[in-house]
């Protein structure tokens, strides 16, 4: 009889805590140090739950185009981003309400600018628009996870970085809550305000659900198939 031949690894009594230890060592690894790093995680579900605080309802663009204050008070850059971190970060600054919270998250300056740093990259990777802001962030993908590329002292922060940008767009264009009766909705609502704004005798009640569609496939190939290529290579880096 031909004994079967094994190509698992040889057995070898490893305790609990070590196994343990072995399983962070390697997801920290994997994770580019987010899994390890509790201040990053919670920078991260901070900024999803705020990047929205206080929006208009309109786009960057079109708080551009109607010389709106407060694209003039952000120089015409993430405007909304900028204005709901502002917001958060002040409401979250309150000694009063917030003191212990603070000691908690940050008790240090170093970490409360650590802090503050992720925050902001979380909130202005939302702006999906900005042509500079998305090509910087298309260079330190390439930077940090182009074949053949050399690694640096901040190669870890760097991809680290990408990635949560990545996830944190792709969470809030494709989320799996809102419902196709929100969607449609909600888009209703946008599409006829952006029209009167622009186009106020034009009736769009007959295109509406043609307009939907176009909306809804737009989005599909500008943002879904630009995010999964990119988190998709990352997954397949991290498997590797």
């Not at 603070?102 to 802090?115: A, D, H, M, V, Y």
Request: aromatic share 8%.
């Amino acid at each position: 009889m031909t004994p079967e031949i094994s190509h698992c690894r040889p057995s070898v009594h490893v305790s609990g805590a070590e196994a343990k230890a072995q399983e962070a060592s390697d997801l920290h690894h994997y994770t580019y140090g987010i899994t390890s790093d509790p201040l990053t995680q919670f920078a991260v579900v901070f900024g999803a739950c705020i990047h929205d605080v206080d929006h208009f309802g309109v786009s960057n663009g079109q708080l551009i185009k109607e010389n709106s204050p407060l694209a003039e008070k952000y120089r015409n850059k993430s405007i909304l981003e900028q204005n709901s971190v502002d917001l958060a970060w002040d409401l979250l600054m309150d000694e009063e309400s917030y003191g212990a919270l603070q000691q908690t998250l940050f008790p240090n300056e170093s970490e409360l600018k650590r802090f503050r740093q992720v925050l902001v990259n979380v909130v202005c990777a939302t702006d999906i628009f900005d042509k500079e802001l998305s090509d910087q962030r298309k260079e330190r993908w390439s930077k940090a996870f182009q074949e053949g590329a050399k690694p640096d002292e901040d190669d870890e922060n760097r991809k680290a970085t990408i990635v949560i940008e990545h996830l944190i767009q792709a969470s809030d264009v494709a989320h799996t809550m809102q419902h196709w009766h929100v969607y449609q909705r909600w888009n209703r609502r946008l599409v006829g305000l952006l029209f009167r704004s622009l186009l106020p005798s034009f009736s769009i009640s007959n295109f509406m659900c043609s307009l939907l569609q176009y909306s809804l496939m737009s989005c599909i190939r500008l943002i879904v198939a630009a995010e999964w290529k990119p988190i998709h290579q990352s997954s397949g880096t991290l498997g590797s």
